[in-house]
């Protein structure tokens, strides 16, 4: 398929969405969008983190270190309480218990971790709307 971008110049669908996007200051760098059960990882949980509130410097460090997590897919900090949600992927429940106890439990100012188990994910990776 080619899509003529101006008078005797043709380039394909993927070369002119490229040009678009490149002018675009939204755009966001690429990535493919993978199924987790397809590498292996069939277990997700939600997990909301109550912070203690010590230091100023308590939420740089704990989002430095919630960063460095790789099974932590997404995380959000919220208004009120909980202060963050914490999507999370692992292979299963006992990987999930030991990710929850060896680094969840251990990131810096972490008052109370409370978690959920996805039963089924319903919309996901859903485009933008126009």
């Not at 939600?46 to 960063?67: C, I, M, N, Q």
């Not at 914490?86 to 109370?112: C, H, I, K």
């Amino acid at each position: 398929m080619t899509i003529i971008m101006a008078p005797l110049t043709r380039v394909t669908a993927r070369a002119a969405v490229g040009r678009v996007l490149s002018t675009v200051r939204a755009r966001t760098p690429y990535r493919a969008v993978v199924d987790p059960a397809a590498v292996g990882l069939n277990f997700e949980a939600v997990v909301f983190a109550t912070l203690r509130w010590e230091h100023p410097d308590t939420v740089s460090t704990f989002e430095e270190a919630v960063t460095a997590v790789p099974q932590v897919l997404q995380a959000q900090r919220l208004f009120g309480e909980p202060d963050y949600l914490l999507r999370v992927a692992t292979t299963d429940l006992a990987a999930f218990q030991q990710l929850y106890d060896e680094q969840l439990a251990r990131l810096p100012g972490v008052q109370r971790l409370t978690s959920t188990i996805v039963m089924k994910n319903v919309v996901q990776d859903r485009p933008l709307p126009e």
